[in-house]
């Protein structure tokens, strides 16, 4: 193990305070904890693991895969949704899926068009200390097992991280908030590129708004996600227990949803992300 080497980063630019809504507006996604949603033919699936947990609302634009014991306690709506004995305590409907793919892709494109700061590589223990609002730019984000990567600020400050290389985090790895700083506050933009497709993370414990438009989140098994909310153009595939985010509001009507009688479905949502995988 590498001896850990904390650098510690203080900045404070000068900008006028923009209030949180103003700074990113993520229109309809906001109703969801999980929400993948795309244009394309073979974009917008979520496939949640048989422990999970999700104390909000779920979307995705193409197949949602429910596997056995799952828990959604808001709402789980999809074009298809394969259920294999979960349960959904919310509706499974949703507004138009176009919107919510534009509501995702404008803003990260907000996200990226602010003037930042450059911040290069982040790949050992940082700590990173905002006032008002800042946006920062970050090469690769690479945190392994007993990293952390520290953010501080107020209540009222808003900081945005727009992560345009690798972006990988171990098990053990720490993404936290301190100061009374919000998730709702903390954004990272996964910007895409031709080589990096995903924001890979093992058991970590990461608190903040996860967003990309072009890169899909993969979340291990053992990933403490206490105050984390991931939006995505392309695919969520997150095999994770308990996931919460404060604000999130749960609907209280539970309803049914169909089972299929077969592997059909699931195979053919499996198939549809291989091809893309391949075709990207």
């Given at each position: ?7 510690v ?16 507006n ?6 969801y ?7 394309e ?18 979307a ?6 429910l596997g056995?014991?799952?828990?959604v ?48 590589n ?9 006032s008002g ?50 998730a ?27 967003l ?16 984390s909310r ?34 059909v ?16």
């Open positions: 193990m590498k001896n850990v080497l904390t650098s980063i203080l900045l404070s630019l000068n900008l006028p305070f923009i209030a949180s809504a103003g700074v990113i993520l229109g309809s996604a906001e109703d904890i999980f929400a993948t949603a795309s244009n033919q073979w974009g917008g699936n979520l496939l949640l693991g048989s422990e999970a947990h999700i104390f909000g609302s779920v995705a634009s193409n197949t949602l895969e056995d014991g799952v828990i306690d808001g709402n789980a709506c999809a074009k298809t949704t394969n259920n294999w004995g979960a349960i959904v305590n919310g509706v499974s409907t949703c507004d138009s899926f176009s919107q919510l793919a534009n509501d995702i892709t404008g803003a990260a494109t907000q996200a990226q068009a602010f003037a930042s700061t450059e911040l290069g982040i790949t050992e223990s940082s700590a990173i200390t905002g609002f800042q946006s920062f730019n970050i090469k690769d984000l690479l945190l392994s097992g007993g990293e952390t990567l520290t953010i501080t600020g107020g209540l009222t400050d808003s900081l945005v991280f727009n992560v345009f290389g690798q972006a990988q985090l171990g098990s053990g790895a720490n993404i936290l908030l301190q100061g009374g700083i919000t709702d506050n903390v954004i990272f933009n996964f910007v895409e590129n031709p080589v990096n497709h995903s924001f890979e993370i093992g058991g970590a414990n990461i608190s903040g708004t996860f990309s438009s072009g890169r899909s989140f993969i979340l291990g098994d053992g990933a403490t996600l206490n105050n991931f939006y995505s153009t392309e695919s969520i595939v997150a095999n994770v227990q308990d996931v919460r985010f404060p604000s999130s509001s749960i609907p209280s009507t539970p309803i049914a949803v169909p089972e299929p009688s077969t592997l479905l699931l195979l053919s949502a499996m198939l549809g992300l291989t091809l893309r995988r391949f075709k990207r």
